[in-house]
């Protein structure tokens, strides 16, 4: 078991708090999962998610969900090696599905400014899909600089920069199966 050594060796170091277990967060994406099941009923269901920090997310979520879902994916750069928002975004991958009148679920990790959603909202709608809505593990309100719809989240939560479960520091800690404020 090499996983249960990593977190001990990440906890060891005196940074990273604890804000939500795994536990926490399998409860709230099952909750989650059962309300989009019953909202997409008979739709044409396709989930983007947003890479990278929203894989671990979007293959739980997907795998609750009792309706079928296809998937695709986009990656945008917004965040450098540091903890706050650049506010430059750039597209480095694109869709590979169409999504022409299809009802799509944008997944993202974690809305903090939310000037990367609505970039990427205007930007799914040039494809014109049938509808599009939002979905985000954790909606962050401290650093809120633009007025996004958050149709679907599973924790809000106001401030700190959070690590694990997808989540990452310059490329660590994705890997914790919790999340974690991290002190810097
Ligand atoms: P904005 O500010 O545009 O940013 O809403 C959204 C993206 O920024 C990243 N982000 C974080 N990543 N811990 C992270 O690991 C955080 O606390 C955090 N806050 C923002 C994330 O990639 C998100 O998609
Ligand atoms: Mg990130």
Redesign the pocket.
Known sequence: MILPLVVDTYKSMPELIPVLSKKEIERSINDLASRISDDYQGRDLVLIG?LK?AFIFMADLLRQLSVAAKVDLLRFS??GAGTS?SGRIRLTKNLETDINGSDVLIV??????????AYLIDYVKTFHPGSVKVCSLIN?HE?RKQEVTIDYYCHDIEEG???GYG???DEHYRNLPDIYHLKI
Do not use: A, C, W
Not at 108 to 117: H, K, M, P
């Open positions: 947003i920090g917004s965040y928002s993202e990790d974690i809305v903090d400014t939310g000037l990367t959603l962050k650093n920069f959070l690590v989540l990452d520091y």
